[in-house]
């Protein structure tokens, strides 16, 4: 049993949203150390699947490969599980989920479903040039330039809504992530309101 002494006892449940390049997977795990609640990332659950050569690695790693989203299905099975586990179970910080609007039903619809709701999706938005500079920088071995514009598309597909959706709902903070690490993580804090 985890020492539910050890964590806080209000932890945010937090969505960190934007493009491929946009620096949301660093802010993201600074941010969740900040504030000691869990950083999941769907990307990185899914590589580490990939690894394993698990029957879901096996499924997803060539569409993973091709820059494609894996189906909402699919993702929906691995986040519902991720988040059912005790480490999450007073907040946390998705990376990479939802990345498109069935997969924000889905999630509204774990949360009801545990009485608990969203505190605040996080925008870290950059411009598209710094956005495919970036991305072309830090590509894995096996990614083209192909593969990274593909990205890049999926996202204003698929992703993009996303921004609207959680305005409507009052959850979107929007931040300039076209700044040093350091500054665009004081944005988030100042966006959220969390001192320190
Ligand atoms: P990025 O390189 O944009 O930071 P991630 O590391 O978050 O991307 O994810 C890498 C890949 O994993 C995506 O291109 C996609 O194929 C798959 N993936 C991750 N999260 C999801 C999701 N929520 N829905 C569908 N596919 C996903």
Do not use: C, W
Not at 69 to 83: C, I, N, Y
């Amino acid at each position: 049993m985890a020492d539910a002494s050890a964590r806080p006892a209000n932890g945010l449940r937090l969505v960190m949203l934007g493009p491929p390049g946009s620096g949301k997977g660093t802010q993201a795990e600074i941010l969740a150390e900040r504030l000691g609640i869990p950083a999941i990332s769907t990307g990185e659950m899914l590589r580490r699947a990939v690894d394993s050569g698990s029957a879901l690695g096996q499924r997803v790693e060539s569409i993973m490969a091709s820059g494609a989203l894996v189906d909402d299905e699919t993702m929906a099975e691995v986040v519902r599980e991720r988040l059912s586990r005790d480490d999450a179970s007073d907040g946390y910080l998705l990376d990479g989920y939802p990345r498109t609007l069935e997969q924000a039903d889905t999630l509204a619809g774990i949360l009801e479903d545990s009485s608990s709701a969203l505190d605040a999706v996080i925008f870290v938005d950059a411009p598209e040039d710094e956005l495919v500079r970036r991305a072309l920088a830090r590509q894995r071995a096996d990614d083209t330039e192909q593969v990274v514009r593909h990205r890049q598309e999926v996202y204003r597909e698929k992703t993009a809504p996303l921004i609207e959706y959680y305005e409507g709902l009052g959850l979107l903070r929007r931040v300039d992530g076209d700044r040093s690490i350091e500054e665009v993580n004081v944005g988030i804090r100042e966006a959220l309101g969390v001192s320190g």
